[in-house]
């Protein structure tokens, strides 16, 4: 079955960085677009970043913008999420997810994708 697995949260200060990834398993990963969201506690699941399957075209929330930057590599089925310049809002449980399979257009819907990873908790302190 597929299974995505998050790992590398944790706590660090306001202004540091942090990386996440997530392993994928049992899915032609290369033929599924690719993204990252997060929830912060009392809130709804948020877009952050996504890269898509053909090209490895990268695109993200306004509130990631040039600070974060997803990537993927294929051959390992893996995909990463680099955030630096953290903030305090940035606090959330990290979700690594993939859908939109062969998709041509930016998948910013967390109900277009089909799989999802169990979650890695990103704590900001100020």
């Known amino acids: 079955q597929v299974q995505l697995v998050e790992s590398g949260g944790g706590l660090v200060q306001a202004g540091g960085s942090l990386s996440v990834s997530c392993a994928a398993s049992?899915?032609?990963?290369?033929?599924?677009?690719m993204g990252w969201f997060r929830q912060a506690p009392g809130k709804e699941r948020e877009f952050v970043a996504g890269?898509?399957?053909?090209?490895?075209?990268?695109y993200y929330a306004d509130s990631a913008k040039g600070r974060f930057t997803i990537s993927r590599d294929n051959a390992k089925k893996m995909v990463y999420l680099q955030m630096n310049s953290l903030k305090p809002e940035d606090t959330a449980v990290y979700y690594c997810?993939?859908?939109?399979?062969?998709?041509?257009?930016?998948?910013?819907?967390?109900?277009?994708?089909?799989?999802w990873g169990q979650g890695t908790q990103v704590t900001v302190s100020s």
């Open positions: 049992g899915l032609t990963f290369s033929t599924y677009t």
């Open positions: 890269v898509s399957w053909s090209d490895g075209k990268s």
């Open positions: 997810a993939a859908g939109a399979r062969y998709s041509n257009y930016e998948v910013r819907i967390s109900s277009e994708y089909n799989y």
